[in-house]
């Protein structure tokens, strides 16, 4: 496994866990809990962007998370 793939399968974690702690704020009803979650979906995004940037820099050219998010809908 080279290091774009290693990237790549930590890019779909951390949509994965976006995505959930997403979804875990509009479902919950404590004002608290939610405000924890979104916090965490934030943290998950700038971590997203700091791998993306990786990824650009190993390809020379534009990684989009459409890619990812085709996959995790499929």
Known sequence: MDSLELLSD???DK???Q???NDAAIRVRNPS???LFLRLRDEEM???EILQKEVVAIENKPF???KILARLKS
């Open 10 to 12: 930590a890019l779909e």
């Open 15 to 17: 949509i994965k866990n």
């Open 19 to 21: 995505m959930f702690y």
């Open 33 to 35: 809990a939610r405000q």
């Open 46 to 48: 700038k971590h997203i």
């Open 64 to 66: 989009t998370v459409t």
